[in-house]
């Protein structure tokens, strides 16, 4: 089991930045990726940005030149800073670790963290 807890959530004038902190516990072991997904009011979750143990990352379209993805490997934690937000970033963040064990693959998702951005 991995236990994810996001934090850093809040309200941001647009052109603004904020930083997201996502700290796992458990079976971090397990842990072979970490990211963040956000979901708006009546749409789907989608992904924005990942990164794997090794350091690759993967960002969204729509995020790419103003989002960045790291990860503090000592902390058990990844960073979302997010830079020259608009206001239909505005969602709910959600961290996600994904754990391999044996041949089954598990995702563990945090519980979110809102994000408003203000014209």
């Known amino acids: 089991q991995v236990h994810v807890v996001e934090s850093g959530g809040g309200l941001v004038q647009a052109g603004g930045s904020l930083r997201l902190s996502c700290a796992a516990s458990?079976?971090?072991?397990?842990?072979?990726?970490m990211g963040w997904s956000r979901q708006a009011p009546g749409k789907q979750r989608e992904l924005v940005a990942l990164?794997?143990?090794?350091?690759?990352?993967n960002y969204a379209d729509s995020v790419k030149g103003r989002f960045a993805i790291s990860r503090h490997n000592a902390k058990n934690t990844v960073y979302l800073q997010m830079n020259s937000l608009k206001p239909d970033y505005t969602s709910v963040y959600y961290c996600?670790?994904?754990?391999?064990?044996?041949?089954?693959?598990?995702?563990?998702w945090g519980q979110g963290t809102q994000v408003t951005v203000s014209s």
């Open positions: 990164i794997t143990t090794g350091g690759t990352t």
């Open positions: 996600k670790a994904e754990s391999w064990v044996g041949v089954s693959e598990y995702n563990y």
């Open positions: 458990g079976n971090i072991f397990s842990i072979n990726a």
